[in-house]
């Protein structure tokens, strides 16, 4: 019940479409949600994170979607450029504790021209 | 510039042959935290750290240690590496309370023969 699951593993989307990252968990004692975003050869980076008593947020292209009911979250990248190629992360903070984050298993973007 | 490093950055070893991983900040962040990541599961937890001179487990801490001496500093120590323990290491730091806001180091690729 500590885990998170992630789907899918990998993305192959066309430049200027839509990409979407589903993310799903079973604790409900989890209560922040942060994505991060790694390019190869570096370490993950926060990208934006959401609260569960928030539907969604956006920064930028960048839109979570929240469904507490369901236990689901969801990335949505906008208008995907090939800058957007990486691995995203969705994680989840809380459960047994709260000075730990569970990450998820990881997604690769690819973002083709 | 706000940064979390790591050294060595590449690091091949034998069996048994005990190493050091060293990672510092510059954040003055009091939560520090060890990563190892392998494909298909994602980041998980090794150790981490609330404090100086408080360490406490993470998901996967067998074969590890790490000490909190100084606040910038958060060795990881591998006493008798196994091959097993061939992996991508992260370091991470955040502020106390914000686990889900880490800043990660780049990366050390450690291959145990």
């Known amino acids: 019940q500590q885990q998170v699951k992630q789907s899918p593993q990998s993305l192959i989307v066309q430049k200027g479409g839509i990409s979407i990252i589903n993310c799903a968990y079973e604790n409900t004692a989890f209560d922040y949600f942060p994505w991060y975003q790694q390019f190869p050869g570096k370490g993950p980076a926060l990208l934006i994170a959401?609260?569960?008593?928030?539907s969604e947020k956006k920064e930028g292209r960048f839109t979570i979607s929240f469904n507490k009911s369901a236990k689901q979250f969801s990335l949505h990248i906008m208008d995907s450029q090939p800058g957007d190629s990486a691995t995203y992360f969705c994680?989840?903070?809380?459960?047994?504790?709260?000075?730990?984050?569970?990450f998820g298993p990881g997604t690769s973007l690819s973002v083709i021209p | 510039e706000a940064q979390v490093t790591q050294n060595p950055r590449y690091l091949i070893t034998v069996t048994g042959k005990k190493l050091t991983v060293t990672c510092s900040q510059n954040?003055?962040?009091?939560?520090m935290s060890w990563y190892r990541q392998d494909p298909g599961l994602g980041l998980r937890q090794i150790y981490y750290?609330?404090?100086?001179?408080?360490?406490d487990k993470g998901d996967v801490p067998e074969g590890y240690k790490v000490s909190r001496k100084e606040k910038r500093n958060f060795p990881l120590i591998l006493e008798s590496p196994s091959p097993n323990q061939t992996s991508l290491y992260f370091c991470a730091s955040s502020l106390l309370g914000q686990p889900y806001e880490q800043y990660f180091g780049p990366g050390t690729r450690l291959t145990v023969t």
């Open positions: 959401i609260r569960p008593d928030v």
């Open positions: 750290s609330m404090n100086v001179e408080v360490t």
């Open positions: 994680a989840a903070r809380g459960g047994t504790s709260y000075d730990k984050v569970i």
């Open positions: 954040m003055n962040h009091e939560y």
